[in-house]
C-alpha cells in the first residue's frame, strides 16, 4: 500500500454547492456522474421500463447537462435539476415512440389494405351468419338473452348480472349452457353447398 492511498480519504459524493460547482466552475463532471447517476438511473429505468433505454437515458442527461450548462445552484440542488431533466427526456422519449407507432400504423394501411372480400367469401360469411341466427334462436330465451349481451354488448357477467338483477351463478351457468347449446345445434345443422 502506498503512503498516498493510505492518506486519501475515502471516497464520499461531493456536496451540493460543490456539485453546482462541478459544472460552471470547470470541475469534475466524473464526480457529479458517480454521486447522482443512481438515482437518475433508476428514475429512466421506471419511466422507460427497458434498461438499455435507461442506461441510454443517463448517457444522455448528463450529455445535455454537460454541453448545455443551463443549471442555476440558486433554483436548486443539482440532482433535482436532474431528475427533472431525466423525466422531460423520458416523456419526450416514449412520446416520440407512441408518434413512431402511429405513423407506422398509418403507413401500413396505406401500403397494404384490407383484403377486399370476394363475392364466395361474402356468401360464406352470410351464411355462418344465417346458421348463427338460427342456432341462437332455437336456445331459451334466458340464455339467448345472457349470450347477446355479453357478445353483441360487450358487457360483463358481473355487469349482465347486476343489469338483469341475477346472482353471478345463474348467469354464468346460463352463458355456460346456452354455448352448449349453440355448439351442439352449429355442428349438427349441415352446411350448405
Not at 96 to 116: D, G, I, K, T, Y
Not at 159 to 187: D, F, S
Request: proline share 8%.
Amino acid at each position: 500500500m502506498n503512503s498516498s492511498d493510505a492518506e486519501a480519504p475515502p471516497r464520499r459524493p461531493p456536496p451540493r454547492g460543490s456539485l453546482a460547482a462541478a459544472d460552471g466552475g470547470g470541475g469534475d463532471l466524473g464526480a457529479l456522474y458517480d454521486s447522482c447517476s443512481g438515482p437518475v438511473y433508476r428514475l429512466a429505468l421506471r419511466l422507460c421500463r427497458s434498461s438499455q433505454e435507461a442506461e441510454d437515458l443517463t448517457h444522455d442527461v448528463f450529455l445535455r447537462y454537460w454541453q448545455q450548462g443551463r443549471y442555476d445552484p440558486a433554483r436548486g440542488p443539482v440532482l433535482a435539476y436532474l431528475l427533472l431533466l431525466t423525466r422531460s427526456m423520458a416523456i419526450n422519449r416514449l412520446n416520440q415512440r407512441a408518434n413512431r407507432w402511429q405513423l407506422v400504423q398509418r403507413w401500413s394501411q396505406h401500403l397494404f389494405p384490407a383484403a377486399v372480400p370476394t363475392p364466395h367469401d361474402r356468401a360464406e360469411s352470410e351464411d355462418l351468419a344465417e346458421r348463427v341466427r338460427g342456432a341462437l334462436a332455437a336456445i331459451p330465451a334466458n340464455q339467448r338473452q345472457v349470450l347477446e349481451m355479453a357478445y353483441y354488448e360487450g358487457l360483463s357477467q358481473s355487469a349482465i348480472g347486476a343489469l338483469l338483477e341475477l346472482p353471478l351463478g345463474t348467469v354464468k351457468t346460463r352463458a355456460r349452457q346456452g354455448l352448449i347449446r349453440l355448439r351442439a345445434l352449429l355442428h349438427d345443422s349441415p352446411a350448405q353447398p
